[in-house]
């Protein structure tokens, strides 16, 4: 009797665990009005707008957004970001340093996304860079001051360009906050992505398993 009553207060608990658990939800590819989603670390699977699947639905996209409803609540995501959902709380990514995934797209590149003065940018995973690097336009809509940083001159595939290194006080990679972090503005509009570069790698864990990127903060 008394081992029964623990099978179902086992079975009871299981239950409960289930109901209460977070709905996380990773974006992995955008299309026009199609998504291509990991739910709860399986798939990838392809939502087409207005589907529904293991309760989360899919209400539009395009190559940049998706909008979707997850345990209810309407979430805006963008490519190689993520939604953990629970049924009293929604927070974007996760707590601040949680780990970050990033799945590779259909060249094998890793893209996320990053902020630096409140300024959103998506990045991509280059371990060739050896500081994070951005292009002069991006520096300014940043609102990062570098008339005074450090001159170099840059070799890039069509030949020497002018950049200059400086030291961002704080940088954010989806929940992952770095601090003091030497980054490379290089006049004109290229690279016409950050380049998430060894001064940020270097501080990061990197594993990587087939098509998944996990990032987390060393120190």
């Known amino acids: ?26 974006v992995v590819g955008l ?6 989603v990991m739910i709860n670390n399986t798939g990838p699977h392809t939502l ?20 979707l409803v997850i345990e209810g609540k309407r979430q805006m995501l963008r490519m190689g970001q993520a939604a953990s959902v629970g049924a009293n709380t929604a927070s974007l990514d996760g707590e601040v340093n949680s780990p970050v ?5 259909k060249s094998g590149h890793f893209f996320g996304d990053l902020k630096i003065n409140g300024a959103s940018f998506k ?32 070799a890039t595939a069509n030949g020497n360009v002018l950049a200059t290194n400086v030291t961002v006080n704080t940088l954010y990679i989806g929940t992952i906050v770095l601090n003091n972090v030497n980054v490379t503005i290089v006049e004109g509009g ?12 270097n501080r990061l864990n990197i594993k990587r398993e087939n098509a998944l990127m996990t990032l987390s903060k060393k120190y």
């Open 123 to 154: 990045y991509v995973v280059d371990t060739g860079a050896t500081n994070v690097t951005m292009n002069s336009a991006d520096a300014k809509y940043a609102k990062i001051d570098y008339a005074n940083g450090q001159k170099v001159n840059m």
């Open 31 to 36: 299309f026009n009005n199609k998504a291509l």
């Open 101 to 105: 995934n990033l799945y590779a797209d």
């Open 48 to 67: 087409t707008a207005g589907q529904t699947k293991n309760g989360v639905k899919l209400l539009s996209s395009n190559s940049d957004i998706a909008t």
């Open 190 to 201: 290229s690279p016409p992505f950050v380049l998430l570069g060894m001064s940020a790698q």
């Open 1 to 26: 009797m008394i081992e029964m009553k623990s099978i179902l207060l086992i079975i009871g608990l299981s239950v409960a665990i289930q109901a209460f658990a977070d709905t996380q939800v990773n």
